[in-house]
């Protein structure tokens, strides 16, 4: 079994910033892919970022250039800094991760509980 946990999330006025985190934990030998998703009422859920074992980074159109995603694998942790934050970034902040319970087995994506983001003045 996997945990991912979020934190980091709040209220927070328009042009303000926020940090997530989300850290795993449990039983894996490797965390590939690491993603943040979002999802605010009544839309579906999208990712915003995803990060590599190996660095690289994707972003979607909504979010570049205002956040950056990154992890460090010695905590297996992966953050979301999120800048000049917009009230339509308001949503339920979501990680995802790959991980394999060993080196043969396949991959399986977990899910932490979701943080919730509000950016309101």
């Known amino acids: 079994q996997v945990q991912l946990v979020e934190s980091g999330g709040g209220l927070v006025q328009p042009g303000g910033s926020l940090r997530l985190s989300c850290a795993a934990s449990g039983r894996f030998v490797s965390i590939g892919v690491m993603a943040w998703y979002r999802q605010a009422p009544g839309n579906q859920r999208e990712m915003i970022a995803r990060i590599t074992g190996g660095g690289t980074t994707n972003y979607a159109d909504s979010v570049k250039g205002r956040c950056t995603i990154s992890r460090d694998n010695a905590k297996n942790t992966v953050y979301l800094q999120m800048n000049s934050l917009k009230p339509e970034d308001t949503a339920v902040y979501y990680c995802?991760?790959?991980?394999?319970?060993?080196?043969?087995?396949?991959?399986?994506?977990?899910w932490g509980q979701g943080t919730q983001v509000t950016v309101s003045s």
């Open positions: 995802n991760a790959d991980t394999r319970s060993t080196y043969w087995s396949s991959v399986v994506t977990s």
